[in-house]
Structures are given as structure tokens and as C-alpha cells.
């Protein structure tokens, strides 16, 4: 059974920054590709990075140069460095895993965990 835990999220200000961590059982993540997704209030989810079996890495434009994917050597846990955050960065981040190429689209996504709350104030 395929399980995908979020943790790291919070509440911070304006320029500062967090680090989210999901932690992966069932699921051989180093052969397909992972992900990170945040969801507004109001809005669509959509995708932030995301991380193939290449180790290539692909961001949405608002957050390159801020935010950086990575996965650690065990292959159990992916993790998103955040910093510089903005208020628009506010919203529920999501890990996902897809055995169908990946990328930024959620449609290409299987696995989902429940998310973890990111709240930026001015």
C-alpha cells in the first residue's frame, strides 16, 4: 500500500522560509517521478516542482530560485526547501507520486498524501 506523509508546514512571515518533508512507503520513488502541489483557497491546485527518476527538476515560474526539490539518499523521503516566501505562496501543499512520466500536471499523478498547511503573512 502506497503512503505519502507530509510534515513541515506552518505559519511565517513575509521572506522567510520552511522546509516540507513527505515521507514514501510502498512506492519505488527513485523509478518514476515525484512531486509538490499547492492549493489556495479558491483555486486550482496546481504544480510546484517536481523531481523524474533522473534526478531532473522542473518548477512553476513564481517559485524558481526559491524553492528547491530534493530527495534524500534512503529514497523514502522527498522534501521541498522553501525560502523568500511570499503571501501568494500561502496555501495546502501536497506530495504526489506518478508512475506516468510526472512533471507538473496533476492528471499525471496516482498517489497523493493529505497535505500540510503553509501560511505566509505580510
Known amino acids: 500500500q502506497v503512503q505519502l506523509v507530509e510534515s513541515g508546514g506552518g505559519s511565517v512571515q513575509s521572506g522567510g522560509s520552511l522546509r516540507l518533508s513527505c515521507v514514501v512507503s510502498g512506492y519505488s520513488f527513485r523509478r518514476y517521478c515525484m512531486g509538490w502541489f499547492r492549493q489556495a483557497p479558491g483555486k486550482e491546485r496546481e504544480g510546484v516542482a517536481s523531481?523524474?527518476?533522473?534526478?531532473?527538476?522542473t518548477y512553476t515560474d513564481s517559485v524558481k530560485g526559491r524553492f528547491t526539490i530534493a530527495q534524500d539518499d534512503a529514497e523514502t523521503t522527498l522534501f521541498l526547501q522553501m525560502a523568500s516566501l511570499k503571501v501568494e505562496d500561502t496555501g495546502m501543499y501536497y506530495c504526489a507520486g506518478s508512475r506516468r512520466g510526472g512533471g507538473l500536471a496533476n492528471r499525471m499523478y496516482d498517489y497523493w498524501g493529505r497535505g500540510t498547511q503553509v501560511t505566509v503573512s505580510s
Open positions: 523531481i523524474d527518476s533522473d534526478g531532473w527538476q
